[in-house]
C-alpha cells in the first residue's frame, strides 16, 4: 500500500467513459476561452489593482501585473502540456496522480479544494458589496452576533444551479456576461484615457518606506523578509514584488480551464488555445486599466473599496463610476459560477479515484455533470460567504494556486522521462528549462507572501493527510487488488 503508486494515463483516460460517472463532451475552443476569461477579470482587476498601488507598487502596478502574468505563462505551457495529453477532470490533481504518485495527488487535490471553495466565497462576497453599493441598500441583515450576507448566499446558490445545468449551459451564461464586462473594461481604458494627468505617474516606482512596527506585526509580513531578516518596508522594488504576489488573485482562472478538459470535443486542440488565449487577453487588458487607472488618480488614493469607480468620480464623471459599478457586478458574476464549476470537477475526479466517497461522482442522467460534488460545492460557498468574514483570507488563494503551479511544473519533467512515449499535442518548449523556472518563479511569489498565510496554508495541509491516511490511502481505487472492486465501486 505505497502513497507514491501512480495512476497510469491511459487508465485515468479508460474512467472517463465509466456509465454513471461520465461528462457529457460539450466544450469548444471558444467556450473555454470564454470560461478562462470569465473566471480572470473580477475582483482583481475592479479591487486589487488599486489596494496594491496605494500600498505597495505605485503607478509600477502594471510591472506587478507584467511579472504575474509572465508567471502565468511559464506554468500555462505546463497546464497545456498536460491537459491536452491527459484530458480528464481534475486538473493538477490528475496531472500529480500520473507523476508524482497518489500522496501528491491527494495534497494537491486538497489543496485546490481550499483554492477554489475559498475564492468563491471571497468573489460572492465582493459581489454582494458591490451590488449593495449600486442599488444604495446593503445586502447583509444582522443575525445574532453575526451578520448574515443575504446576497453572497443568494448569487452563490443561483449559481449553483446554473452549474448544475450543463457546462454548455454555464458556457452561454458565462460568453453572455464575458461580453458586457470586456466592453465595461475597455470602456475604462477608452474613456480613462482623456482623464489621465501624466503626473500622477511620477515616481513611477516610488522610493521604499518602513512601515511602522504599530501597523504590521510579524505575522503579517512577507515570508521572506522575515527569513532575511529585512525591516517590512512598501513600494520600491520589493513594493512591486510583493504586489505581483498578491495581483497573483487576478490572474486565477486559467488554470479552472485545465478542469474541464474531460468535457472538451478536442482537448488537443482545444486545451491550449483555450488557457493561452484567455491569459494573453486578460494580461493585456490588466496592465491597460493599471496604466490608466494610476494615472487618473494618484496612487495613494485608490486605496478605496471600488478604486476605478472612484477614479471617475474623482475627476466628475459620476455617470462613468455607475456604470463600472454595474459592471463590476456582472463581472463578478461568472467569477463565482466558473470557480464553483472547477472546485466541483476537482472533488469528482477524487470521488472518482476513491479517495473520497465514490457516491461523491454520480453525474446527473440528464445534464451530464457532477451534480452531487456541485451541490455540496454550492452549500459551502453559501454558507461560507453568509456567514464567515472571510476578506483576511484573501491570500490562501493565491497561495494554494501556486504551490498547484509548482506541482505541474515539476510534473511537466517527471512525465517527459517516465513516458517519453505518449502523444503530445502540446510540448512545453526547452524543457526541462522552462518547467523549472515556472516552479522557481511561483515558490519566489509563495516566498514573498506573509508569514500568516504559510501557517494556515499548513495548518490545512496538515489535516488534508490525516483525511488521507485515515480514509483516502485505504480506499483508493488503486489499493484495491487487480480485477476487484470495492462496493461503493458498484
Not at 446593503?138 to 450543463?166: E, I, Q
Amino acid at each position: 500500500m505505497s502513497i507514491w503508486r501512480t495512476k497510469s494515463i491511459e487508465q485515468s483516460i479508460r474512467d472517463t467513459d465509466e456509465p454513471g460517472h461520465r461528462l457529457r463532451r460539450d466544450l469548444s475552443g471558444f467556450d473555454l476561452i470564454v470560461f478562462g476569461i470569465g473566471v480572470i477579470i473580477g475582483t482583481g482587476i475592479f479591487v486589487v489593482t488599486g489596494r496594491q498601488a496605494a500600498e505597495n507598487a505605485g503607478p509600477a502596478i502594471v510591472l506587478s501585473f507584467l511579472a504575474a502574468g509572465a508567471v502565468c505563462a511559464l506554468a500555462a505551457m505546463c497546464y497545456a502540456e498536460f491537459a491536452s495529453t491527459v484530458p480528464v477532470a481534475g486538473s493538477a490533481y490528475t496531472f500529480g496522480y500520473a507523476t508524482l504518485g497518489e500522496f501528491v495527488a491527494w495534497i494537491i487535490g486538497w489543496d485546490l479544494i481550499l483554492e477554489f471553495t475559498l475564492a468563491a466565497s471571497v468573489v460572492s462576497v465582493g459581489w454582494s458589496e458591490y451590488a449593495g453599493d449600486l442599488l444604495g441598500v446593503p445586502l447583509s441583515v444582522p443575525v445574532g452576533d453575526y451578520r448574515m450576507n443575504v446576497g453572497a448566499m443568494a448569487v452563490a446558490g443561483a449559481l449553483g444551479l446554473v452549474g448544475m445545468m450543463g457546462a454548455k449551459l454555464s458556457g452561454r451564461v458565462t460568453a453572455v456576461v464575458v461580453a458586457v464586462k470586456v466592453g465595461i473594461v475597455l470602456f475604462i481604458i477608452a474613456v480613462g484615457a482623456y482623464y489621465v494627468d501624466p503626473a500622477n505617474w511620477t515616481p513611477f516606482v516610488p522610493p521604499a518606506e518602513p512601515v511602522p512596527q504599530d501597523v504590521q506585526s510579524a505575522g503579517d509580513r512577507p515570508l521572506t523578509r522575515v527569513l532575511l531578516g529585512l525591516e517590512p518596508t512598501s513600494f520600491g522594488l520589493w513594493g512591486v514584488i510583493a504586489a505581483a504576489s498578491v495581483v497573483f488573485f487576478s490572474f486565477i482562472g486559467f488554470d479552472i480551464v485545465a478542469t474541464t478538459a474531460e468535457e472538451t470535443r478536442n482537448p488537443k486542440r482545444d486545451m491550449p488555445v483555450g488557457i493561452f488565449g484567455s491569459l494573453t487577453i486578460v494580461t493585456i487588458l490588466y496592465m491597460a486599466v493599471s496604466a490608466v487607472v494610476t494615472g487618473m488618480r494618484p496612487y495613494p488614493e485608490l486605496g478605496v473599496e471600488a478604486p476605478l469607480a472612484d477614479a471617475f468620480r474623482s475627476v466628475g464623471a459620476d455617470w462613468a463610476g455607475t456604470l463600472i459599478s454595474l459592471g463590476g457586478v456582472i463581472g463578478i458574476t461568472t467569477v463565482i459560477l466558473v470557480l464553483m464549476m472547477g472546485q466541483s470537477r476537482v472533488a469528482f475526479a477524487m470521488s472518482r479515484d476513491g479517495l473520497l466517497p465514490r457516491g461523491l461522482s454520480r453525474t446527473h442522467p440528464r445534464f451530464g455533470t457532477p451534480y452531487v460534488t456541485t451541490l455540496l460545492t454550492t452549500a459551502a460557498v453559501v454558507l461560507l460567504a453568509g456567514f464567515v468574514p472571510i476578506g483576511a483570507l484573501e491570500e490562501m488563494v493565491n497561495i494554494g494556486t501556486l504551490f498547484a503551479f509548482v506541482v505541474v511544473s515539476v510534473g511537466v519533467v517527471v512525465l517527459r522521462r517516465t513516458r517519453p512515449d505518449l502523444p503530445r499535442a502540446f510540448r512545453v518548449p526547452w524543457s526541462p528549462v522552462v518547467p523549472a523556472l515556472a516552479a522557481l518563479a511561483c515558490l519566489w511569489l509563495m516566498l514573498n507572501l506573509t508569514v500568516v498565510t504559510w501557517l494556515r496554508f499548513a495548518a490545512w495541509m496538515l489535516l488534508g493527510v490525516a483525511v488521507y491516511l485515515l480514509y483516502g490511502m485505504r480506499r483508493s481505487r488503486l489499493a484495491a487488488p487487480p480485477g476487484r472492486r470495492t462496493a461503493e465501486e458498484v
